[in-house]
């Protein structure tokens, strides 16, 4: 029954890792620039 828990807890861990990874890659790959956007309240321009 320990060794059920051990695998849960390292199984855990590995899903943990990935998730991080994918999450830090998506950060890494978003486009830099200028974000111009036009609403209903007006045009704005952010710097990103």
């Known amino acids: 029954m320990k060794q059920n828990y051990l695998y849960l807890i390292i199984g855990a ?7 991080l990874g994918i999450y830090v890659y ?3 790959t978003k486009p ?3 974000e111009l956007r036009i609403d209903d309240s007006g045009i704005s ?3 990103k």
């Open 13 to 19: 861990l590995v899903l943990a890792v990935i998730a």
């Open 45 to 47: 321009v952010q710097e």
């Open 26 to 28: 998506r950060e890494e």
């Open 32 to 34: 830099k620039g200028v």
